[in-house]
């Protein structure tokens, strides 16, 4: 089974505190850690399990700037990723979800692939370029997916639905599906298996190499645009207990007795 | 200004609670709009919903189709496509069944598309004013949607308050015959419902619930002595049941359990609003977390600055040093 696995760089939203810059337009992004988007992660884990099983191999693409996008390919391809593409050209920045799936399309339309996977979501993304490109390329699409079994040249999938429950479908390939986290137990990559692949080629396409057109995509063909960043108001905010260790764990034995948590 | 439709989820002859959610969002892009309910379906459970919803929509569009029983994304976006004007703008609840169905149907509506929407603050021309959540919630963001060929909008669930008002006497329209041949690529087969787990953490009062911030699962243990000292049960957030420290079972949020305690001690859990949907009865809210700007402060009774691996142990000692004293 050909697979290809469409990942993100994204700013790790649990190792950061996310301050905005002074002119409020967007994120203070200097001192941020990025890493790979989680959903993605576990998506190109599930295509190397598929992939251990059934033959085949596993592309791994992203859309991006630069190299920190493409040390992002490098760390799935350390994880056994066959190959990593990079698709990079200015006409890019500044696309919307469906700018991406569009550049994704005409990649997915250069070579053959029987599966194509993405994370189900990215950190300042909206669950999107996976049923969009799907739409695009009139494949069959599932979301939340969280189990994969190969049947014959079909795949019964479970997607998950409200209250843990699951909702089992069976699908035909070629499909697009958005991985849900926790659907297996992405490996370990570590420094060493990083370094054995630091010199194997990433291949780059910009748009003229795709067959994209400049005006769909990146800020010119893009309907949906960020204008600017806030903080969101506060709810009513939590009472902060200050103090040294000792006085605030009194305070909230306190509160809790009184709230009825400690009898 | 287009006109505006609401994709209304059911299930069981019963409307999403969305659907008043939806109907409020209307109100936000055009206080004049009439939305129109469109709900797809079969049989007595379809007519119930519609039933139901023309005492809250002016107009509800009715797609009885025996393919749509069970609310398969694909067969319903083929249905909408041949039914609603390709430049109205679409209302969905950003929930499982919207993720699925949305970005599909904006790309073959040529539509724009934006999810997971918590704000609308109106519409300049065709352009819509709307605002979303990043990295976690941490931080929002207004966004511009160029509506003039249409748009499909999730909204986050909760997001939208219902408008009080007197039940109208709205009318169903039939627009069954519009649907045409509905094949698809996905099937679907059958719904497993969850197991049951270890612990029922819906039957507590008082759940000490453990997020990413317990970072490995040998010091799940902390949160159990805890709970152990409080005669409560632990529960989690989806990081933990997702790294396999405990089981789906344990999880509180959108889609594990639904619980409602008197007292919720959310320990190393940033505050994603699908954790927080779980959380039902208003209980006390006790944060603590050792990112200040985490989202969960923004909800908590009491926040509490803190690693959790240093502070529980603390608290777990105190807490069993005054029950010796009090007995």
Partial sequence: MEILVCVRRVPDTSENEIQLNPAGNDIERDDLVYSINEPDNYAVEEALQMVAKAGGTVTVVTVGSDDDDEEVLRREMAMGANHGVLLSDEAFDGSDGKGIAIILKAFVQKGKYDLILTGVQAEDGGAQVGGMLAAMLDYPFASLVNSIVVDGGKLKVSREIEGGNKEMNEIDLPCVLSIQTGINEPRYVGMRGIRQVASVEVPTFGASDLGVDASAVGDAGAKVKRMDYFMPALGKGAEMLQGDRAEVIAKLIELMKAKGGLN | MARIFAYIVHKGGIADDSAAELAAAAKKIDAAASPVAV??????????????????????W????????????????????????????????????????????AI?????????????????????????????????????????????????????????GAPINGVIVDKSADVGALTAGRRYLETVVAEAGDVDITKHAVLVSVGRGIQEKDNIAIAEELADALCAAVSCSRPVVDAKWLPKSRQVGSSGKTVKPKVYMACGISGSFQHLAGLKGSPFIVAINKNPKAPIFQVADVGIVADILEFLPELTSKIRETKQVSA
């Avoid at chain 2, 119930?48 to 809250?56: P, Q, Y």
């Avoid at chain 2, 021309?125 to 509506?147: M, T, W």
């Fill in chain 2, 108 to 164: 073959k509506m040529n539509s724009a598309f934006v999810s997971d929407v918590l704000g609308i603050e109106g519409a300049e021309g065709a352009n819509l004013k709307l605002v979303r959540q990043e990295f976690g919630g941490q931080v929002s963001a207004h966004v511009r949607c160029d509506a003039s060929a249409g748009a499909i909008l999730n909204l986050r669930p909760g997001a939208f308050k219902p408008q009080e």
């Fill in chain 2, 39 to 60: 709900v797809t379906g079969w049989g007595a459970e379809l007519d119930a919903v519609c039933e139901t919803l023309r005492g809250s929509y002016a107009e509800v």
């Fill in chain 2, 62 to 105: 009715k797609i009885a189709n025996q393919a749509l029983v069970y609310p398969n994304a694909e067969l319903v976006r083929k249905a909408l496509l041949n039914v609603l004007p390709h430049d109205g703008i679409v209302l969905v609840s950003h929930a499982h069944f919207g993720i699925d169905l949305s970005p599909g149907l």
